[in-house]
């Protein structure tokens, strides 16, 4: 979700050099990307982790850090290296830490206003670029009531895969029986269990998706959520492929879900996978309000989104109501319909 920002960046300043800090699970996903110069992966540990990675920094002698997330960690780490210049949203009480400070909106009852992350990531890379001149910033707008985003138009995330990730996903869909023949990714993990949509309906979609639409499913997951993924192929009628059995890596699954004709996911990483790949897809949001991740997707690549209570006020937000907006309230049928709708949307773009 930061990628346009980086991208807004390079555009604006092509002769300086853009370093990215980010930790090392974050390298594969990065890979490809011509957004940036140079990966610093961040050294854990706590303190001394943080004393390492500062002088990694202090070493290229930058005279200006960004930082996108609103992490004390982060920004303490950046004041430890030594930046001169340290831009960042005024929060988490990082106030000493930075030199500019961006303010991030509040709601009337003093939490934090929802705002898309692309949204705001774009807001700090636009003051970062205006630093100097005399344009006016204006102030970061939380979501409106259609959950829009403050994005140019055509204006999109992306990823890349190298040959190395296309080599590596060749492998995989060979292995799941998926090289040559249309497929559908099933994602329903996620690192919250209530965001799981229950498994015994992703069984039940799984054979939907075989027999109506003659799909190859594979259903992904990461290494800790093989038991889950091989729990709805064994529900299934259908014999459905479980890629973390079959060897997929983080830089392998950018291409697996980039050839996917659809993607069915619950509201975590996968799904931006998708929409920066431009794929379709379906998303089941639960007791995570959806606006704080409105995400632009392609015209090829439209997305569905399914609340569990899309009748929640939008002076509410879905965090605050675990009860009303559990996942599984999504029914069974209402997904089924969804994947038939956008299904039939991007036949009729195709030809």
Known sequence: MATPALALIRDALPGATLSLLAKPAAAPMLDGLDLFDELITMHPGGVMGHKHTATKVRHRNFDTALLLTNSFSSALVIRMAGVPRRIGYDRDARHMLLTHRLIAPKADDGTWAIVPAVDYYWHAATALVQIGTEKPLGDLQPANELGAHRLPAATYMQLASTGKDRAE???????????????????????????????????ALVDHLESAHHLRVLINGGPSETELA????????????????????????????????????????????????GVPMVTLFGPTDHRWTTIPTRPAGPETVLLADPELPLSESANDHPERCRVDRIELETVVRSVDRLLAEVAQLRN
Not at 182 to 202: D, H, Q
Not at 250 to 266: F, P, Q, Y
Request: charged fraction near 20%; hydrophobic fraction near 45%.
């Open 169 to 203: 996903a060749d492998a995989v869909l060979q292995k799941a029986d998926a090289f040559d023949r249309p497929y559908a990714v099933l994602n329903p993990g996620g690192n919250n269990p209530a965001k799981r949509w229950p498994a015994e309906r992703f069984a």
């Open 230 to 277: 091989r729990s709805i192929a064994d529900a299934a009628t259908s014999s459905p492929a479980v890629l973390p059995e079959l060897g997929t890596t983080l830089g392998s699954l950018k291409s697996i879900i980039g050839r996917a004709s659809v993607l069915v996911t619950n509201d975590t990483g996968p799904r931006h996978i998708a929409a920066a790949m």
